[in-house]
């Protein structure tokens, strides 16, 4: 709400690369403060370190939008929108398969020393999930149900710590190539429309993008011998009998 409508002064004025490098080593900042939660962490401490995640977020994903839009001509508005929404998708599928699978791992090396201390019906899902565990740990005598939670609770938290410290690492790698290879300014047609079309690329994330566009200006391929081509006529503008007509395609 703070960082992302300001995000296109910032991009005028430090350029997108360093924008972006800084929005994603704060992500690898919060995600290393993730790292140093312990069991007796509170919200604040919580807080914080998402506070510092998500300003990273706010100073990466607008100027990304943007560059991504940049690299293609306004009639490929639409195609570009479609690339910068796969490249959310993938990047998200990624995140959770990644991270996901490096704190399950964790987990599950950390409890195994104690599942012997639950029955046999409980110790595959007690391996692989803390809640499990917990509900589990609470039907048993006071000596094991406690041996069982501080065993979850550690391996929770090794898992944490690892996907954490993996996530700072990748956010860290991104922001050197983006420092490096990302360019300093944006062409005109894809620069950042403003604090509110910032702020809407921000929230929207992996959920949507520009629509395609079909202006009705005459693109290279329609002056080629041989091809005819209807002036003011739009694809939006067409029926669907319209599309089977060899003389409108």
Known sequence: MFVAPATPRIVRRFGA???????????AVGFFLLSLLDIGSGYVSILVALFVLVTGVGLTMSPMTAAIMSAVPPRRAGAGSAMNDATRELGAALGVAVLGSVAA???????????ADLPSSQRGEAGTSLAAA???????PA???????????????IGVHDAALTGAILAALAAA???KFLPRQISQHGALRGPLGSSEDTAQLAI?????????????TDQQPGRVHTPGVRMA?????????????
Do not use: K, W
């Open 134 to 140: 917990l509900q589990a740990a609470s039907h048993l």
């Open 143 to 157: 000596a094991a149900a406690e041996r069982v939670t501080n065993a979850a609770e550690h391996a929770f938290m």
């Open 237 to 249: 503008d067409l029926r669907g009998d319209d599309l089977q007509d060899d003389s409108v395609r």
């Open 105 to 115: 791992s964790r987990y599950s090396s950390g409890i195994e020393p104690v599942l």
């Open 208 to 220: 949507a993008g520009t629509p395609p566009i079909f202006p009705d200006t005459n693109s290279p």
């Open 17 to 27: 690369n360093r924008t972006v490098a800084t929005g994603m080593t704060l992500l």
């Open 177 to 179: 190539c983006v420092l």
